[in-house]
Antibody, heavy 119, light 108 residues
Framework: QVQLVQSGAEVKKPGASVKVSCKAS????????MHWVRQAPGQGLEWMGI????????SYAQKFQGRVTMTRDTSTSTVYMELSSLRSEDTAVYYC????????????WGQGTTVTVSS | SYVLTQPPSVSVAPGKTARITCGGN??????VHWYQQKPGQAPVLVIY???DRPSGIPERFSGSNSGNTATLTISRVEAGDEADYYC???????????FGGGTKLTVL
């Protein structure tokens, strides 16, 4: 079955970086875009960016420009999201979600990865 | 940047109809998607392309989109529908995804 499995919870200190992985299975990896969405405690969903696993092209939300990098490894059907210069406000659950194209809905989501930033 | 506006909360009695709105400038020209999120769980797509339902989503869930407002309608509301609901579009002018702020549906 189609699924996205994310890496485990992380605890980081302010100023550090975190890299979250999202492994896809059950479908053709390069046929679907992958989004990253985060949710701070008690808050709503926040779109972070998108990667096209086929060519690797990306688009990032203005808020994260310069701090986020999304990459993919087609040999393992895995996408990665790295966020640098972490601060306490980056404490959140980070989700990957696939989308057939930019205009379609996110039909499959990962289970989420909790990232805690604390000194 | 494009902004989507949702009411923070909607309350409805069991068996009644809940309507959750999503406002945006000329949103009727965009494709709107709706997600349901229960506590501690990942979001689930319940409506895509304004009014289509993924397999497994009850027919009680429907959507519409026109002018400056998109609406998610849940008929014959059940206790299990209590959740947060988010609308989402793709803003082609910025090449960015956009979520509404979310609406907490309470079943009385």
């Amino acid at each position: 079955q189609v699924q996205l499995v994310q890496s485990g919870a992380e605890v980081k200190k302010p100023g550090a970086s975190v890299k979250v992985s999202c492994k896809a299975s059950g479908y053709t990896f390069t046929s679907y875009y992958m989004h990253w969405v985060r949710q701070a405690p008690g808050q709503g969903l926040e779109w972070m960016g998108i990667i096209n696993p086929s060519g690797g092209s990306t688009s990032y939300a203005q808020k994260f420009q310069g701090r986020v990098t999304m990459t993919r490894d087609t040999s393992t059907s895995t996408v990665y999201m790295e966020l640098s210069s972490l601060r306490s406000e980056d404490t959140a659950v980070y989700y990957c979600a696939r989308m057939e194209d930019r205009y379609s809905g996110m039909d499959v989501w990962g289970q989420g990865t909790t990232v805690t930033v604390s000194s | 940047s494009y902004v989507l506006t949702q009411p923070p909360s909607v309350s409805v009695a069991p068996g009644k109809t809940a309507r959750i709105t999503c406002g945006g400038n000329n949103i009727g020209s965009k494709s709107v998607h709706w997600y349901q999120q229960k506590p501690g769980q990942a979001p689930v797509l319940v409506i895509y392309y304004d009014s289509d339902r993924p397999s497994g989503i009850p027919e009680r869930f429907s959507g519409s989109n026109s002018g400056n407002t998109a609406t998610l309608t849940i008929s014959r509301v059940e206790a299990g529908d209590e959740a947060d609901y988010y609308c989402q579009v793709w803003d082609s002018s910025s090449d960015h995804g956009v979520f509404g702020g979310g609406t907490k549906l309470t079943v009385l």
